[in-house]
């Protein structure tokens, strides 16, 4: 099951929307002008006359305001609806002087008023994409009372030629606009359920938020709450004890009680506790390998009935570390778990470098089914009968992900269950690696 640090989002999920537009709006200006030129260019080729000062002042300021747009870009900052609406009617005017020179309302081209307003349509906001809609209108329909018509001898070549450029024209219209919707609408689609997918996990987060928040309520009522009958028990248990003195067999498993008691009011002592002070504690760390060792020991003194086989690897880096409690505990429910499943015998092992620490506990029980798997990590849920709360792997989960770590169980091909742990270091580690 794969978790991820909550305080972690790729970059492109957090990018400003208005700035995404932007980068949409220089692909198409940078297709828009692509194309003009090669329509441009052919008609050069065919020698047919046109206003070259006007074309290359149009295609040239497109040419300028991409430029701008790029050097744009590359500052990762907001990009404001205003500026988006500038850059939009920097093209309408640069479109209307290419048109102007060029035939106006007769020009096949001119349904490249249209690209302009369907970016306006999906990237700013309402009244801006109404108010640049009117001037392309406008622009338009000044076009068709004033324009510098085509020359005669361009008329002349062309029927020579038995070549219709308004059919041309419109052939090519429609083909690079099926090409723009197709590639601009997928891309808007795509941008959406990118956004559907983030608000989703916002909200997920959100809600898990809120069940730790009630937990974390939960545990602290409970620990007001049990406070005083555990002072009651280790009371009367420390009074049996002087009664048992002459009674060895029973005092040890009297022992066991009273050390069971001594680890629950700490359990409680800790939830009570400052979740921030292992952090300003950072002169107070252990070395990686201590800590797996205290792990491992307080683990065993609690549960001294199941045999523990710890294999520790002999990596020559041991990085100094937080002394996290809730890391501790984390690692203590799973031992927990494996040992409710496995009472005998319980393996770990512990394996790691500079920067990753992989744990691998297997037990030898019944292992999980596939129904079983799905539910697990989900609070509340367990599959110990009536014995459990359901709340162990879902708050292993949560502690690792706080520490950008993973956690999966499978059955093991041998049988029970291998619980695998990857944590990275870099957000315990006291003392960061020195870089060359």
């Known amino acids: 099951m794969k978790t991820y640090p909550q305080n972690v989002l790729r970059r492109t999920e957090l990018e400003n929307p208005s700035r995404r537009n932007l980068q949409r709006l220089f692909l198409l200006r940078s297709v828009m002008t692509t194309f003009l030129l090669a329509v441009t260019l052919t008609l050069f080729y065919l020698h047919i006359p046109l ?13 300028i305001l991409n430029f701008l747009t790029l050097l744009r870009l590359k500052k990762y ?23 102007y020179f060029t035939g106006g309302y007769s020009n096949p081209l001119v349904w490249m008023y249209l690209l302009p307003l369907t970016v306006a349509a999906v990237a700013i906001k309402r009244e801006y994409a109404w108010l640049l809609t009117a001037i392309a209108v406008a622009c338009y329909s000044l ?39 197709a590639f601009f609408v997928t891309r808007i689609g795509q941008s959406l ?7 989703a996990s916002i909200r997920e987060q959100s809600l898990e938020s809120e069940r730790v928040l009630s937990l974390g309520t939960l545990a602290a009522s409970a620990a007001h709450e049990l406070g005083t009958p555990l002072s009651t028990m280790a009371v009367i248990s420390k009074e049996l004890a002087l009664d048992l003195t002459k009674r060895p067999e029973q005092l040890q498993q009297l022992e066991i009680i009273r050390t069971q008691i001594a680890r629950c009011k700490e359990i409680l002592s800790s939830i009570t506790r400052n979740a921030g002070q292992n952090r300003a504690d950072a002169g107070q760390g252990l070395l990686l390998r201590e800590f797996l060792q205290e792990v491992i020991q307080r683990w065993r003194d609690t549960r001294p009935a199941t045999e523990l086989v710890v294999t520790l690897c002999n990596s020559a880096s041991n990085p100094l570390i937080f002394s996290d409690r809730t890391l501790t505990q984390a690692i203590q429910n799973l031992l927990d778990n494996a040992a409710d499943a496995s009472p005998e015998r319980v393996l770990l092992n512990a394996d790691w470098d500079e920067n990753l620490l992989q744990l691998r506990i297997r037990d030898f029980g019944k292992g999980i089914s596939d129904e079983v798997k799905k539910q697990l990590g989900k609070p509340f849920f367990t599959s110990k009968d009536e014995q459990g709360m359901g709340l162990g792997v879902y708050l292993t989960q949560i502690t690792l992900a706080r520490f950008g770590g993973d956690l999966s169980l499978s059955n093991h091909i041998e049988g029970g269950v291998l619980t695998l742990v990857k944590l990275p270091l870099d957000n315990l580690r006291i003392d960061k690696p020195k870089l060359n």
């Open 51 to 63: 206003p070259k000062l006007p074309i290359s002042f149009a295609v040239g300021g497109m040419l």
């Open 77 to 99: 900052s907001n990009v404001s609806d205003k500026e988006l609406l500038l850059q939009l009617l920097g093209d309408l005017g640069a479109l209307t002087v290419l048109f």
């Open 143 to 181: 076009l068709v009372f004033y324009y510098v018509p085509l020359s005669h001898l361009h008329m002349h070549y062309l029927a020579e030629k038995s070549l219709d450029i308004h059919l041309v024209g419109m052939w090519l219209g429609f083909v690079v606009s099926a090409g723009i919707i």
């Open 193 to 199: 359920r990118d956004y559907d997918r983030v608000m």
